[in-house]
């Protein structure tokens, strides 16, 4: 456990944690995204998807112990970092702007991240952990309730919020910060963010106001 000790006490080693699990959990929620984008294809289309997904069995399984280490450790560094920046001046992941000060996004870094992370444990004692015959009547079930679709769309507007800053801040922590591509990286971060929260937010707006959703 030397490696972790010497991490932890390494401000760019804490950093470079957060941003190579950011980048994989990025990927990760673009994935899950183009996943149950069949959703918009409709029933038939997004139980299909369902049905190979589960087909995977003990990848399937790997792959969400590999992510959940991956969480646990995004997490976990997250904490010991916003912990850190307490008790000094603002410094870390949530960093400052060179220029242009901070964003919406950097500010509330810490909180949409606890936000999101209420919203992981309600999605997977709905989802994942809830026994089913139809992964298209649970979603309906669940997100065609108005509280429920409010609920989501206000954790995946966080969501955003933490993708628009946490994109271009990782980059940053990985060194690619040369001024000939700054502000690509962040724009593209910006934009990206955006993009996956848009999509992802649409799916429990369609289920609060289409009474066709998933039918």
Known sequence: MGWLSRTINSSIGR???MAVTGL?????????????SNIFLGRAAFDSYAAHLHALGGLLHLVEIVLLLVFVLHVGFGL?????NLRARPEGYAVTRSAGGRTPGSRTMPYTGLFILVFLADHLARFHFTPHTSVSDLVRENLTRPAIAVFYIAALTALTLHLSHGLWSLWQSLGFNHPKYETFLDRGGLALGILIGAILIMIPALALFWPGFLR
């Open 24 to 36: 994989l959990l990025s990927l990760f929620i673009i994935g899950h995204l183009l996943g149950n």
């Open 15 to 17: 950093k470079t944690v």
């Open 80 to 84: 010991y970092l916003f912990l850190d």
